[in-house]
């Protein structure tokens, strides 16, 4: 069993920056693939950004180069780095870790808005 709790969401000014930060309980972090994922009021949830075991970086096409997703095996963090945030990124952001086809982990989230 895995829990995973995010922080460091909160309100923010269009062109800021916030990082997210994902702890993991329990043992093997590293082996599992990590994401993040988000939904915005009356949306789909929606992969935002994902870093496997083996350290492979894939982000949808609306964050590229304003996010980055990191991973910190030794203290079973995962990171999201966000700069140049608008209003369109607002939602609450939910880490997720999977292993193989029937492990799957996620969080409760973490609200991001974003607003002058």
């Known amino acids: 069993q895995v829990q995973l709790v995010e922080s460091g969401g909160g309100l923010v000014q269009p062109g800021g920056s916030l990082r997210l930060s994902c702890t993991a309980s329990?043992?093997?972090?590293?082996?599992?693939?990590m994401g993040w994922y988000r939904q915005a009021p009356g949306n789909q949830r929606e992969l935002v950004a994902t870093?496997?075991?083996?350290?492979?970086?894939n982000y949808v096409d609306s964050v590229k180069g304003r996010f980055t997703i990191s991973r910190d095996n030794a203290e079973n963090t995962l990171y999201l780095q966000m700069n140049s945030l608008s209003p369109a990124d607002t939602a609450v952001y939910y880490c997720?870790?999977?292993?193989?086809?029937?492990?799957?982990?996620w969080g409760k989230g973490t609200l991001v808005t974003v607003s002058s």
């Open positions: 870093i496997t075991s083996g350290g492979t970086l």
């Open positions: 329990g043992r093997a972090f590293s082996f599992y693939n």
């Open positions: 997720n870790a999977r292993r193989g086809p029937l492990i799957e982990y």
